[in-house]
């Protein structure tokens, strides 16, 4: 399993950060799953090799702005490339949200074969990867992702927009790399998302082959190595930085 990092921003982001998207593929497999679709990330996969003519599914973790702004300009831009199908699939409430936006935007109505599914807390299985949920502490409904590698490969966990919280660490537990929503810095008084001490807090005591933060605020900026300090003195182990556009394969 491959992870590409197209947007590691939030709704302030940066010159250099999108907003929140994921790209995830796998050896051997022509499908590809795109996990949030926030602003930014459409342009950011346009630079993939896999180019938004390759991506079919899209799967959301929550419905906060800055993780589905780019949705229906991905349906309409597959519409325009001559792609037929597009399946969004996510938590409680997605339905309603692309039905509302089709209302907004009705002239893309039927461009394209659009298909919704909901899922909960529990396995599934989307675009060929097999998937564990489990329920986020965050301002709105939420789920986090586990998605289970490939014969000997490691899984891979992403927190999604949440708290730091035991539940969600020993769901992410034996990963062999965690990706988690690390906001602001310690000094920021903050809910609905971890600073790197609560989270490292959090973490420690469990195992996880590597952790990236991400979703990473404009108050992050020049603090980045506080913040992995923060994390790694109470983890003990890799943590790292996510980036647009970095790649990480997932053994």
């Known amino acids: 399993m491959r992870l590409t990092f197209l947007g590691t921003g939030s709704a302030m982001p940066l010159p250099d950060r999108a907003q929140t998207g994921y790209l995830l593929e796998r050896d051997g497999d022509d499908r590809r799953l795109l996990v949030d679709c926030g602003a930014g990330v459409l342009h950011r996969l346009a630079a993939t090799d896999a180019g938004y003519e390759g991506v079919s599914t899209v799967l959301l973790t929550h419905h906060h702005l800055d993780h589905v702004s780019d949705l229906l300009p991905l349906l309409k ?3 325009l490339a001559g792609e037929e199908h597009l399946e969004v699939v996510g938590p409680r409430g997605t339905k309603a949200l692309v039905d509302g936006l089709l209302d907004v935007h009705d002239y893309l109505d039927g461009r394209v074969d659009l298909r919704v599914r909901e899922v909960g807390p ?3 299985s989307v ?12 301002s709105v409904d939420g789920l986090a992702y586990r998605f289970a590698g490939a014969g000997d490969a490691g899984d891979l966990t992403l927190s999604s927009d949440t708290e730091a919280f035991e539940g969600l660490a020993a769901f992410a537990d034996g990963s062999a790399v965690l990706v988690h929503d690390c906001s602001f810095p310690d000094d920021v008084n903050v809910s609905n998302h971890p600073t790197p001490s609560a989270l490292g807090d959090v973490l420690a005591g469990h195992d996880y082959g590597r952790v990236y933060l991400t979703h990473l605020y404009p108050h992050t900026e020049g603090r980045h190595d506080e913040m992995l300090s923060a994390v790694e003195t109470r983890v003990g182990g890799d943590v790292r930085m996510a ?4 790649r990480v394969a997932i053994k």
């Open 77 to 79: 831009a597959r519409w």
């Open 122 to 124: 529990h396995d599934f």
């Open 127 to 138: 675009a060929g990867f097999d998937v564990d949920a489990h329920e986020t502490r965050h």
């Open 243 to 246: 980036r647009d556009g970095l």
